[in-house]
């Protein structure tokens, strides 16, 4: 007999898991996520998970260490309340910034959260664009990664503009955005730029034609703007047309939010593995639900039938 399906969340995005749910045509499952006095976090399962198949909903996003507890904790829960399998649905992998070591002495933080997902009981994880796809060999058990560049493509060809050039904000994410250029019939071009330091990025060069262009800079992240403003300008310098940006994950810490209304940027398209604060929300700023993706995904891994085909 097969498993029933169930679908939790901590209290990082219960929007999503609730699109989520609603898309698979279920209710989310009924739990409670509170703190206790001291700040330690106290998790209550109100309903029977017993030789369930789980889907735990949690991206790791701001509040970053209390969502990463409430992920691990709710596991924990659910491991011993004999859930027949606990798929860890983390649309947004935090500390996946640090993959290796770039110093002496530097932690590799993204191994560190895969060890404590898979302590807490995790069997299988289903992620949405990893910082370093490498992270999915952290584990010793299936993960799978979905893409948002599909989500993407589709908006941008809607709005059929012609004369693109896809923009990759640094050589890291040539792959990324070469897939984004395949969706849309654009060419390619990429910034070279150094970081003297972390939040902190220098453009020196770009490489590919962008003169006349509409352009859109593509990168998996945007944290405090910096990177994509900087680059904006200069490929309005190097004679773009207008720029479009766009991103999987709004982190939008720190001076972000501000440098993003100030900048040449025309419009700035995320998806809502992370959630958008209501300080955050603004006209340039426009939100794609990842939602159906997931859903298709985890419909998918309940039937046991290929993930791989939502990609073609």
Do not use: W
Request: glycine share 6%.
């Amino acid at each position: 007999m097969k498993s029933r399906l169930e679908i939790f969340t901590g209290n990082a995005n219960p929007e999503l898991a609730k699109e989520i749910a609603k898309n698979l045509g279920i209710a989310p499952g009924n739990s409670v996520v509170n703190t206790f006095s001291d700040g330690e976090i106290q998790v209550k399962i109100n309903e029977s998970v017993r030789g369930a198949d789980v889907f735990l909903v949690q991206p790791l996003c701001y509040p970053v260490n209390d969502n990463l507890m409430e992920l691990l904790i709710m596991m924990d829960a659910l491991k011993r309340a004999s859930a027949h399998r606990i798929t860890a649905v983390v649309p947004y992998y935090g500390y996946a910034r640090q993959d290796r070591k770039v110093r002496s002495r530097d932690p590799i933080t993204a191994k560190l959260v895969a060890d404590l997902i898979t302590a807490a009981g995790a069997d299988r994880v289903l992620t949405m664009d990893l910082h370093a796809g490498q992270i999915q060999g952290f584990f010793d058990f299936p993960v799978d990664h979905l893409m948002a560049v599909p989500i993407l493509a589709e908006y941008f060809n809607k709005m059929g503009m012609k004369d693109l050039a896809v923009v990759s904000p640094d050589l890291g994410g040539v792959t990324r955005a070469r897939e984004l250029a395949n969706r849309l019939g654009a060419s390619i071009a990429i910034i070279d730029k150094r970081r003297p330091e972390p939040n902190v990025a220098e453009v020196m060069n770009i490489i590919g034609s962008v003169k006349g262009k509409t352009v859109i800079m593509t990168d998996d992240i945007i944290d405090t703007g910096g990177t994509i403003t900087l680059g904006a300008q200069a490929l309005l310098e190097r004679g773009a047309k207008t720029v479009y940006a766009c991103c999987t994950h709004p982190v939008l810490s720190g001076p972000a939010i501000e440098r993003i209304e100030k900048s040449c940027i025309k419009e700035l398209i995320v998806t809502n593995t992370i959630p958008l604060r209501e300080d955050k929300k603004i006209d340039k700023i426009k939100v794609l639900s990842v939602a159906p993706l997931f859903a298709a995904a985890i419909n998918r891994i309940h039937e046991n039938l290929s993930v791989s085909t939502l990609f073609n």
